[in-house]
């Protein structure tokens, strides 16, 4: 089975001339915005700078030891930029309008990406293992906008130009396709007219409220959600029942990773339907989302993300590095009033579900051993 990988082994000596622009390359690009090219690249338009110089200074300035702290998907994605600095297809590409912000409640970042000269692809960054990411995942559950959708709309409305011939497609991976959304629901007419698509690959849904917007639906006839037969991430909150299913080599939240979608020749391979894992998982969202009203789910999430705050945890790496870490968030969590703790085992008992298989069985292991 081929991948992104035998994509570019395959076509990346090829221009957009020679071969054209096509959904494998909008994942790719969707990706690119992991990197965190902050010093690199111009935040303006007045100054473009090729893939392939941004990338050489990039990999000048950073060392084996800096990668090593680098979350998932940005480790992953500087992989794949390794590779296409070095392409025909991708290495004259010019990149600008770069933003970077992050702190204890955000994350964002997007940049530009001319794939010719009447096009341009504005690539959003998905969440990586930050907690003050995951924190904005879960406040999208309660609260419209949140810190970073702000930015989007802000980024959006101050890069896409009205004057030029230029168009754009808006773009994200993760939360990134949330992000891409939100932004272009909230572009002027004038503005939306410039952009041809926005995508979300595996990207969170909307609240109900923002679903049976006139935004929302301004915007619906360019949007489009693309999921995995795995999807998990796709699935969270409300989102719009015309999607496209892609296969994936890798089972559960495995699958949420793009460097798994299998490709055939120029294209990601189609499913008829999901996973009866992600089937399960849905029906545990769609539950967990009915019986708890904004109100709830804030308090839950403000005490939540309190757990984290005092057990010294800034990424999600440093849970899955030391297991003894998460015994000591249930432990903080025993803390929290009955409600939110009632809610905080649902989450968990989802999280078991989804992807902690092993860290379920650590903690059986304790607790057989503690009651021999």
Not at 136 to 150: L, T
Not at 206 to 229: A, M
Request: aromatic share 12%.
């Amino acid at each position: 089975m081929k991948t992104i990988k035998n994509y570019l082994d395959e076509y990346g000596d090829m221009t957009f001339i020679e071969k054209e622009y096509n959904e494998v390359d909008s994942v790719i690009f969707a990706i690119l915005s992991y990197v965190q090219f902050d010093g690199l690249l111009s935040h303006s338009d007045k100054y473009k700078i090729r893939l392939a110089d941004a990338a050489d200074n990039y990999f000048k300035i950073n060392t084996e030891e800096d990668f090593k702290l680098l979350g998932t998907e940005t480790g992953k994605a500087v992989k794949m930029l390794d590779i296409i600095r070095k392409k025909d297809r991708y290495k004259d590409l010019l990149l600008y309008n770069y933003i970077y912000l992050s702190d204890e409640d955000k994350q964002f970042s997007a940049l530009h990406i001319d794939i010719n000269d009447k096009l341009t692809y504005i690539s959003i960054e998905g969440t990586d293992d930050l907690i003050s990411a995951w924190k904005e995942d879960f406040q999208i559950s309660y609260m419209y906008p949140v810190a970073s959708q702000k930015d989007s709309i802000d980024y959006l409305n101050r890069t896409i130009k009205t004057l030029s011939k230029r168009k754009y497609i808006i773009a994200g991976h993760s939360k990134g396709g949330n992000l891409a959304l939100v932004g272009a629901m909230n572009l002027n007419r004038l503005k939306r007219n410039k952009v041809i698509k926005v995508l979300s690959y595996d990207g969170p849904g909307l609240r109900k409220d923002e679903i049976k917007s006139t935004k929302y639906k301004n915007i619906l006839p360019k949007y489009e959600l693309y999921l995995t037969t795995y999807s998990v991430v796709g699935l969270l909150m409300n989102y719009s029942d015309n999607y496209t299913i892609f296969d994936t080599k890798q089972k559960g939240i495995m699958a949420h990773d793009a460097f798994t979608w299998i490709v055939d020749d120029d294209h990601f391979v189609r499913k008829d339907k999901l996973s009866s894992y992600s089937i399960e998982i849905d029906k545990i969202i769609r539950t967990w989302l009915n019986n708890y009203n904004y109100e709830q789910r804030e308090k839950f999430v403000k005490e939540i993300f309190k757990i984290f705050e005092r057990c010294n945890i800034e990424s999600l790496k440093e849970i899955r590095k030391d297991k003894k870490t998460f015994l000591l968030i249930l432990k903080e969590a025993s803390k929290l009033s009955k409600r939110s703790r009632n809610m905080f085992m649902e989450l968990i008992n989802l999280m078991f579900k989804i992807t902690m298989d092993d860290i379920t069985k650590y903690v059986n292991d304790k607790v057989v051993k503690s009651m021999e």
